[in-house]
């Protein structure tokens, strides 16, 4: 500090407690407006929810395409035909995983129905043979993450008083998109840590890390 | 105001409250276990249930003597010195005497405060718990534990301990762990958490008995007892409280000097949550 400069004659370290509180009020100001920047509210216009009472989560994944050994088409039986989810991911409503139906499950349409089509004639050939499809893995969670399906659809669809069970795809489509718009199933969300752990911010779900971590 | 000020503030507020109060106190349970050494036989079920239940690897002769063992649950064996009331004998008066040894979940956790990722910390059902995905293997809790509970993949044991088909038998509802990481007892973490969502399911809470630990189950003589202690009704509240051993005191004031319960390394104030009772000898 020059000499020339007028000093504060009983507290001399006067400017340099006010540099530090000016600083420090930028700084909280800074991480105010880099927080609103990295979740922006959005004022007026807000769609109807698709799951009320709950935040849905918009991030998307472009997943690459899996090779199945049979072309199953989510949009033909879920979307066109309107199957309900549950009906063949039967276990998601009471246990971890949502499970693949048994091929019998699969015969029991498929006995009467399109049975001329080349695919149908593969999976009869499966079935005949008592064999099942080996279908390859699409929404794959690292080994140490605990998911329950159970608990993410008593949630949102069963003990969701706005919701009827055949709303389920719109419950499913959190974290799995909407599969009735595509043909072979893919991955079309990331499902990152971080896909999760937003979405648990936003619907009050637990933020422990062994409620998801084994 | 839910944004970052609000949650420094928040955080704040809670830590100097917490401060003044002395700790956290808003756990939802406080997971413990009572072991009756008088039932003990050192039969080592316990520690190989472990070893089914929670993906353990074995490691071999070679690795388990250069203590890389994977066991987080061990049996210690102590021998009384020979020739105690009887001057002429030169052998044990008494076979030896046998402690499973296991992670205390320690409530004031000597490995909790030096992980420089905080990847073992205490969670509200007074657990301690090890989060192995974000674990970078500095072992400086391991160094830091007295009780020398705390096992690291030295190797990628994974590959090796289980050959085919023996890997169809792994537990699916725990990871396992790759190498460079640490872990320890989790007091059957995933048991506890299946129970909370059967409870959740039924809509009720969780109640006394729901929870059993694999060594707690497999225990021939029942020496082990796990429960809640904030469950008032639970067996091992009860049992706590006939031992007159209590949390968060250093030094038990026993009124019955005939009372048998105790805890380990009570004298360094790190509070664990196993209740042993000493085993009763004629002499």
């Known amino acids: 500090m020059s000499a020339d400069r007028p000093q504060h004659k009983s507290f001399p370290w006067i400017r340099t407690f006010i540099g530090a509180a000016v600083l ?20 007026g216009e807000t769609p109807p929810p698709r799951v009320p009472g709950a935040v849905f989560p918009t991030d998307t994944f472009d997943g690459k395409d899996v090779q199945q050994p049979i072309n199953y088409s989510h949009k033909l039986h879920a ?16 246990s971890r995983v949502a499970g693949i139906p048994p091929t019998a499950k699969c015969m029991g349409c498929h006995t009467v129905v399109a049975e001329d089509k080349p695919e149908i004639q593969k999976l009869t050939a499966m079935w005949k043979k008592g064999e099942s499809p080996a279908w390859n893995k699409v929404n794959d969670l690292p080994d140490f993450v605990h998911f329950s399906h159970e608990r993410h659809l008593q949630k949102f669809l069963l003990n969701n008083e706005d919701m009827n069970i055949k709303d389920s795809p719109d419950v499913c489509a959190m974290c799995h998109g909407d599969m009735n718009t595509v043909g072979v199933a893919k991955k079309m969300k990331p499902l990152t840590m971080g896909f999760c752990v937003t979405c648990h911010e936003k619907n009050n779900g637990p933020a422990d890390c062994t409620r998801c971590h084994k | 105001m839910p944004s970052l000020l609000g949650n420094i503030f928040k955080s704040w507020s809670d830590y100097s409250k917490g401060n003044e109060e002395g700790g956290f106190h808003k756990y939802e349970h406080m997971y413990a276990m009572a072991i009756d050494l008088n039932k003990c036989t050192g039969c080592n079920a316990c520690s190989t249930a472990c070893y089914a239940e929670n993906n353990l690897a074995w490691v071999g002769e070679e690795r388990f003597g250069a203590r890389q063992a994977m066991n987080w649950m061990r049996v210690e064996r102590y021998f009384d010195e020979p020739n105690i009331g009887n001057e002429t004998s030169d052998s044990l008066d008494h076979g030896a005497s046998f402690l499973p040894m ?19 910390y205490h969670t509200v059902d007074g657990l301690n718990a090890q989060i192995y995905n974000r674990c970078i293997g500095s072992r400086y809790c391991a160094n830091n534990c007295p009780i020398r509970v705390r096992n690291f993949n030295f190797y990628d044991n994974a590959q090796t301990a289980w050959p085919a088909p023996m890997d169809q038998g792994l537990n699916p509802d725990i990871t396992v762990r ?41 225990c021939p003589t029942s020496a082990i007892t796990f429960g809640d202690l904030l469950d008032e009704t639970s067996k091992i509240s009860k049992a706590w409280k006939r031992q007159q051993v209590e949390l968060g005191v250093y030094k ?32």
């Open chain 1, 24 to 43: 420090g009020a930028l700084i909280v100001l800074g991480a105010q407006v880099f927080e609103n920047q990295l979740h922006p509210v959005k004022a």
């Open chain 2, 178 to 218: 790759s190498k460079g990481v640490m872990e320890k007892c989790t007091f059957c973490i995933q048991r506890i958490r299946g129970a909370s969502d059967t409870a959740k399911r039924e809509g009720r809470e969780i109640q006394d008995g729901d929870i059993q630990t694999a060594c707690q189950q497999t």
């Open chain 2, 102 to 120: 296991m992670c205390q979940h320690c409530s004031a956790a000597p490995c909790e405060p030096v992980c420089p990722v905080a990847a073992t």
């Open chain 2, 252 to 283: 038990q004031n026993k009124e019955n000097p005939e009372m048998r319960g105790y805890r380990v390394y009570e004298e360094l104030n790190i509070d664990t949550k196993v209740l042993y009772l000493e085993r009763v000898r004629e002499v």
């Open chain 1, 79 to 94: 979307g066109d035909l309107g199957i309900n989810c549950l009906y063949c991911h039967t276990y998601a409503r009471r």
